[in-house]
């Protein structure tokens, strides 16, 4: 499967502007937060779709219980579209992410597990903010079916 291929069929699929493609990636905005999508080949090696979202700066008063609800989140990868969370050293970002193998999917599986990471990052990149603004963090959490409430309902509907 060909990145542009991909991008072509996503911007299709969703009715945006086809994003400009740089080294086989593509940023764009999704409400207000970075998400990326990205082709992956490194030498001798097999390649990848990576598809990330930034969900924002982590609040330092109530790091601990939040990292405590990432972790519990991250098990099976409940309510997680999937992805993994990580946290970026430089700027200590929280970032939702997910790596597949190029050769496991066709376009449609693709634009799945895009979609599906999508409505996570929303939804996580909400409950990171309640947490550094110190509002109560708002719906059921992670063990109830879902961060924050339920699924966002404008992202990327099909």
Do not use: C
């Amino acid at each position: 499967m060909e990145i542009s291929e991909l991008i072509r069929q996503f911007a299709e699929r969703f009715d945006v502007e086809i994003p400009e493609i740089a080294d086989d990636a593509v940023a764009f905005d999704v409400d207000g937060m970075p998400f990326f999508v990205k082709r992956v080949a490194n030498e001798g090696e097999s390649e990848y779709l990576v598809v990330a979202a930034d969900l924002g700066e982590p609040p330092p008063e109530r790091l601990e219980k939040l990292y405590q609800v990432l972790l519990d989140a991250g098990h099976n990868f409940a309510v997680a579209g999937g992805g993994v969370f990580a946290r970026n050293p430089h700027d200590g970002h929280i970032w939702l992410e997910s790596r597949e193998a190029l050769s496991s999917l066709d376009v449609e599986a693709a634009l799945a597990k895009v979609k599906s990471l999508g409505e996570a990052a929303v939804n996580w990149r909400d409950v990171i903010r309640e947490y550094r603004e110190g509002t109560p963090v708002s719906g059921p959490g992670p063990q109830d079916g879902g961060p924050g409430g339920e699924v966002v309902a404008g992202f990327m509907q099909v």
